[in-house]
């Protein structure tokens, strides 16, 4: 989708086979913090509410990175016989909250 692009600069072909944590590239401990989620999701445990940050390829032209504040969410996808054949990752945009926050401890 349009926002996977943005953080990554790959378009849905390209995407195909790349592991999200180098899709999405998330920043310092952040990375290995992201791969334990995907790693425990395969082994059967939630992880809610991980926050991180990642730096954004933007429309892909130079200088137009920007830093984003992430949550994440990933749960294990099983079949219909309760074995784990994967896991559902679901991130959202809290970079806007994570600045208001910040503009009101300002205040």
């Not at 920043?27 to 791969?35: C, L, P, Q």
């Not at 294990?76 to 909250?97: F, H, M, W």
Request: aromatic share 4%; glycine share 12%.
């Amino acid at each position: 989708n349009d926002k996977c692009r943005e953080f990554s600069g790959l378009g849905a072909g390209e995407a195909l086979g790349v592991q999200w944590s180098e899709c999405i590239k998330p920043i310092g401990a952040h990375k290995a913090m992201v791969e334990e989620a995907f790693e425990q999701a395969l082994c059967g445990k939630e992880t809610v509410g991980l926050e991180f940050t990642v730096r954004s390829a933007g429309d892909g032209s130079p200088g137009c990175e920007k830093m984003i504040d992430l949550l994440l969410n990933v749960s294990p996808r099983k079949n219909t016989q309760g074995e784990i054949v994967g896991c559902i990752a679901l991130a959202q945009d809290v970079s806007s909250y994570r600045q208001l926050i910040s503009q009101e401890a300002e205040i």
